[in-house]
């Protein structure tokens, strides 16, 4: 007896203490996990990483006109700050992303409503708002081409029953922004609604519960309960917001034909870099103008991330 039980204890000492007994099923399960994740690794270097290099390499080179490209170094990044379309660009992107922002209040009110308790057809509102963001940019800006038209647009058509005057809202310079951007807005609330509703089913009832024995209205419980606990959820909303309307370009480029006369005034960085780059064959200075626009998206939600510490309570 003596010679087995100080044995036994000796070898469950040794195969604990042994790094290669310890280490064999810790490294299969660390060489499982990479397996799992490598796909998505090798997808973000491939599609993001290798470019965002790339882009940076040739923010520093002028393109031939029969290809090929010579190292210039920083003279891209002077044309782009010197240049005043940048500049003119840079603000009605920001005019966009204030706009597109609008969508998210919006977007909180409708999901409150729908979230009421004993509400029937929640799932026919619930697609009816998201159909708008499904349907193709070409779609829906071709109608409303047709809506904000000035000879026979329906907007103008129930204006006029108000004795308001005709506008030509995509063509004249002090609209033609803004009307794009009320259709940002219209397209993207039903995005942003999905994600709100969501976020309000995660609210334990029984906070409403007790509210409303306490003699708390529908008002109070939204503003004392439901916004305070919904912030993560509008945190994370406002920076996609915020990243998707910076990056506006598809509803100019159809919404806005060629010889627009205000073309110049609706111009995002992104349609600038479009123009730069596939019709003037600048790609050098239009690869500067995305990198400056990837380091005002990083700023501004750097930003973000150091004022939600004010406002977004976890619960």
Sequence with gaps: MMSVFPSTAAAKKASRGSPSAAAAPKSRGQRAAYLFIAPLGIGFAVFYFWPLLQTFYYSFTEFGAFGGHTWIGTDNYVRVLKDVTVWQALGNTLIYCVIGLLALPLAIFVAALLNRRGLRGVSVYRAL??????????????????????????????????????????????????????????????????????????????????????????LRRFFTITLPLLSPTIFFASIICMINSLQTFDLIYIMMAEKNPAIGDTQSV???????????????????????LMLIIAALTLVQFRLQKRWVHYA
């Design 270 to 292: 992104v349609s600038l870099f479009y123009k730069w780059a596939f019709v003037e064959n600048a790609q050098g200075a239009a690869a500067a103008l995305a990198f400056l």
């Design 129 to 218: 708002y998201f159909i708008p963001f499904v349907t193709l940019p070409v779609a829906v800006g071709l109608v409303w081409n047709w809506l904000y038209n000035g000879d026979y647009g329906l907007i103008n058509e129930v204006l006029e029953w108000f004795g308001a005057d005709r506008r030509y809202w995509v063509s004249d310079p002090s609209t033609a922004v803004y009307a794009i951007g009320t259709v940002m807005v219209w397209s993207t609330t039903g995005y942003y609604l999905i994600i709100f509703m969501a976020g309000i089913k995660g609210i334990p009832q029984d906070y409403y519960e007790a509210a409303e024995l306490d003699g708390a209205g529908p």
